[in-house]
């Protein structure tokens, strides 16, 4: 029998970068949710909260001043030809003034905001939680949601209604209307299903964009599954 042994390499440099690379931050996610009573609920959430730190591997660049492009007269010559873009870059450089840095910076992550008012009612039943103790919910519950990222030219807003229907202790279903500022008419559809200690779940967010991908700014499909160990 012939034994082939099998070396794998592994650059320093690779695994330097991808366990505490040189590019360090900080961040952290807080959450709150406060019952007015046990039909009205409150959920709000900061996430993405932190910064990082660029000092290894940067290159800054940085252009100041004006130029004017009134258009390239081509003239042929194939005896002498003439690099064109040579020229206009040489010009465009000559123009303006441009420097490169390895100089370190921070960055700051786009934090988000998400606020949230539900109300709940219908028929009330009673359920066992994962921890063995009671817990009351709701067949059905309506509420909006406010999402907000933090771009860095201006806060970017989304406004969500909601109807979430439960149609047995196994089934729920949960339907949405979103306005931001791309469209005020995406529509979304979710499900989840319980089949003991298995949770299926799928979330469509654009249901109507599923017609023509060509016209929609954005849409995602998804699909999971938990199993659940007491």
Not at 27 to 41: A, C, K, L, N, R
Not at 166 to 179: M, P, R, V, W
Request: proline letters at 3%.
């Amino acid at each position: 029998m012939l034994e082939l042994p099998i070396i794998f390499h592994l650059r320093e440099d690779v695994l330097s970068n991808t366990f505490l690379g040189g590019n360090l931050g900080m961040g952290f996610d807080v959450g709150i949710t406060y019952h007015f009573s046990p039909q009205i609920e409150f959920t709000g959430s900061i996430l993405d909260l932190g910064f990082i730190k660029h000092s290894k591997n940067i290159r800054n660049f940085t252009a100041e001043g004006d130029y004017v492009l009134d258009g390239i007269n081509f003239e042929y010559n194939p005896d002498d030809p003439i690099d064109y873009w040579k020229q206009l870059e040489n010009d465009f450089k000559a123009n303006v003034s441009n420097e490169e840095t390895d100089d370190a910076y921070t960055s700051w992550r786009p934090m988000k905001l998400n606020a949230a008012l539900k109300y709940s009612f219908g028929e009330r039943r009673n359920k066992f939680c994962y921890a063995k103790t009671h817990k009351q919910y709701y067949y059905n519950s309506i509420g909006f949601q406010m999402h907000t990222i933090m771009r860095p030219l201006k806060p970017q807003f989304s406004f969500t209604s909601f109807y979430e229907k439960s149609l047995s202790q196994s089934i729920h279903t949960k339907f949405t209307h979103t306005i931001n500022d791309y469209s005020s008419a995406i529509f979304g559809a979710g499900a989840a299903l319980q089949l003991g200690k298995l949770n299926i779940f799928g979330a469509l967010d654009n249901v109507f964009g599923v017609r023509d991908l060509s016209t929609v700014n954005n849409i995602s499909l998804n699909f999971g599954f938990n199993i659940i160990i007491d």
